[in-house]
């Protein structure tokens, strides 16, 4: 088991928190008008704020293009590590989170506020980082993601992405170890992107003068959090189609249980202090939520 049963449960919890609080926002964008009254063949979405616009892509090839940015944002980040650009780093990760954050928010309320909310946020969690922010900004981030791209994929381009992601994972931990060292450069920097629980919290000790003593932390990376929500997404502006919203809702949440359970598995196979890729076991978990989705509409 990789962690106590406390900081087991905490880490799921927070999981299936983060991926309830992302297909709701998912949800706020859908024009579900449009689709009761037959406007639409198809689930339309409600504007970004700020005029942000997603990227014109076909559905089914739109994994293409998360798949490219994925590659060339972990080739920058390796390069900003190797050259210390420390400063252009905390830059880029703030702005993005920033935008997340903005757009989780604008599924509430009315966009300006939404995005001035969304930068007091980004500012703390980069700037002024604390375990509560930082666990409250990643549970509200995903569904701000999950806004941009759920509109562009349908469920073929977003099963390709898990399978792709999920052997990207697999070889980035136990190939190139690449995600490794991704993960303890973002935890010596304070900006993690993913959820962090620490066994304690941590305490300053004075010797000589003051330090932060370290303790153990479990983490569970971003990328986990938002590709299986991505995919609950999809598959939820689907089944908005043909049931009532409520409906399509609660039976899409089957996703996020199913990958829950699978990360629960993960979670007491695992051995201490050892890394594991976890999307692919959150890619079985979503496609089996899925199959019971379909075998229930």
Not at 34 to 52: D, Q, R, V
Not at 133 to 149: K, R
């Amino acid at each position: 088991m990789k962690h106590t049963s406390k900081i087991t449960l905490a880490l799921i919890g927070l999981f299936f928190v983060s991926q309830i609080i992302g297909l709701a926002v998912i949800n706020n964008y859908i024009e579900h008008e449009k689709i009761k009254i037959g406007i639409t063949e198809k689930a339309t979405f409600k504007e970004l704020p700020m005029n942000l616009s997603r990227p014109k892509v076909e559905e089914e090839t739109s994994f293409v293009y998360i798949l490219v940015a994925i590659l060339i944002v972990t080739i920058l980040v390796l390069v900003l590590m190797k050259l210390g650009g420390m400063f252009f780093w905390k830059l880029w990760y703030f702005l993005a989170i920033w935008l997340c954050l903005g757009i989780a928010f604008a599924a509430f309320m009315n966009h300006i506020p939404a995005m001035i909310l969304g930068f007091l946020m980004a500012f703390y969690k980069v700037f002024r980082p604390a375990l509560i922010i930082q666990n409250l900004t990643e549970i509200l981030i995903y569904g701000g993601l999950a806004a941009i791209f759920v509109p562009i994929m349908n469920v073929f381009s977003a099963v390709l992405l898990l399978v792709f992601i999920s052997i990207y994972d697999f070889v980035a931990v136990y190939k190139t170890k690449h995600m490794i060292k991704l993960a303890k450069f973002q935890s010596k920097l304070r900006m993690f992107a993913g959820l962090l629980i620490p066994y304690k919290l941590p305490k300053l000790k004075r010797k000589g003068k003051v330090k932060l003593v370290k303790v153990r932390t479990a983490v569970l990376g971003g990328g986990d959090i938002g590709f299986p929500l991505i995919f609950a997404g999809v598959v939820m502006k689907g089944l908005m189609l043909n049931n009532p919203a409520w409906q399509a809702f609660l039976k899409t949440m089957i996703i996020p249980f199913s990958a829950t359970l699978a990360l629960l598995y993960l979670l007491l196979k695992a051995e201490k202090k050892k890394f594991y890729p976890a999307m692919p076991f959150l890619t079985i978990g979503c496609l089996v939520g899925y199959f019971i989705v379909l075998a229930i509409t």
